[in-house]
């Protein structure tokens, strides 16, 4: 079954709209189960770093919720590719604190833009390994 997965960076709208992350974390979560999308949202320096893997046609959904949504602007992609197999089984949304120094390193990696029909299944990029390496070390549990 094809999969994909995307990366987004956004900046944050508080302090014009407060944010209230548990509400969004706890809104995503109960939506993304549904829809049986995974990842990961990173969040500092008042900037996010969202990563989701599903279903082409669930991802869409999602995506779609993510880009109009008022609490952040400036959505850029980063990554948006097919990939083999998922990240992120258990997390309907992760979520870390993450330094302001990481997210820098995360938006100036390099990511990979593939048309949504391309064969290749290779490698994870370097951006994606580098979310991976920070992932690792915050954290212990299964993801
Ligand atoms: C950084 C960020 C990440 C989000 N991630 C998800 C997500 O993974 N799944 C989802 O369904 N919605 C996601 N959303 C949309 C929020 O759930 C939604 O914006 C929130 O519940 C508030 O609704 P509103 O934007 O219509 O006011 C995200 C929004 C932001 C700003």
Redesign the pocket.
Known sequence: MDLVGVVYM?R?THPT?P?DLD??????????SQ?G?T?V?L?GGNQ?I?Y?EGLPADIE??YG??R?????SDLVELEQRRIPQRLFRHW??GFRDAPRSVIQQLSQEQWTRETPRAEDHSAASPGMRQLMRFLDSVSTDER
């Open positions: 956004s944050s709209v944010l509400r969004l974390l706890m809104d995503s979560r109960s939506f993304n829809r999308v990842g949202l969040f996010f969202q989701i959904h999602v919720r993510i109009r949504s008022a609490l952040h309907f949304m």
